[in-house]
């Protein structure tokens, strides 16, 4: 009896050695050395695919703004088979990429999600045209408006809301900040950006580009 249970005890002390040789401690961050697969980044994303990609679609795509509205008539959405794109493929939000030059009216920057009030030049349409200025941004044109960035390309919905967040977050860092937007009331501007059409009394246009005259 002695024995068996002295044999039992060396099993399972040899057991308990092999099991413990097989785990690893792996520190927060560094899993990836063991999966292969690395935490996705939106900021990284973004910004490696801004200047080489994101931008020269952009401005390859950009339908000049007072264009646009006379062309439109009233009925905005009316265009998308032109110059529009759909948010998921061929339904959902249509976002539109436009260009112009504008005098700036108003600067707002009471509410977290501030914006400029701009008229086109030489259009004196009915539409009200502002551009968002931060640091809060709503909607997704920008990230809506690419070709070459798809929801399937990403492992799920929080990437792909990530994704967005970092564009705007860009746009607020590279383009917003550095056009110093307190101090162009009066001035004419000229911009390049993106806007969702959800009525046709006010464009609301994310800029990716923005420069005072």
Not at 3 to 16: F, N, P, Q, S, V
Not at 32 to 60: C, H, R, Y
Not at 178 to 204: P, R, W
Request: charged content about 25%; overall charge negative.
């Amino acid at each position: 009896m002695k024995r068996r249970l002295m044999a039992l005890c060396i099993i399972l002390g040899m057991l308990a050695t092999t099991l413990t040789g097989c785990v690893k401690v792996v520190k927060i961050g560094e899993e990836d050395k063991i999966t292969g697969k690395k935490e996705f980044n939106a900021g990284d994303n973004v910004a490696g695919i801004w200047e080489s990609d994101a931008l020269p679609e952009l401005e390859e795509k950009a339908v000049d703004l007072k264009t646009f509205l006379t062309e439109a008539n009233g009925d905005i959405k009316s265009l998308v088979d032109k110059y529009g794109k759909y948010s998921m493929g061929t339904s959902g939000e249509i976002n539109y990429v436009v260009k112009g030059s504008a005098v700036v009216e108003e600067v707002n920057q009471e509410s977290k999600a501030g914006f400029m009030t701009v008229k086109l030049d030489d259009y004196n349409g009915n539409e009200t045209i502002k551009l968002q200025i931060g640091s809060v941004y709503k909607g997704s044109s920008v990230r809506d408006s690419l070709d070459f960035i798809k929801f399937g390309d990403y492992t799920n919905q929080e990437e792909w809301a990530a994704v967005s967040q970092s564009i705007n977050a860009l746009v607020d860092e590279n383009v917003i900040k550095k056009a110093d937007v307190s101090s162009l009331k009066g001035k004419t501007i000229e911009f390049l950006g993106t806007f969702t059409a959800t009525d046709n009394e006010e464009v609301l246009i994310t800029p990716v580009q923005l420069t005072a005259k």
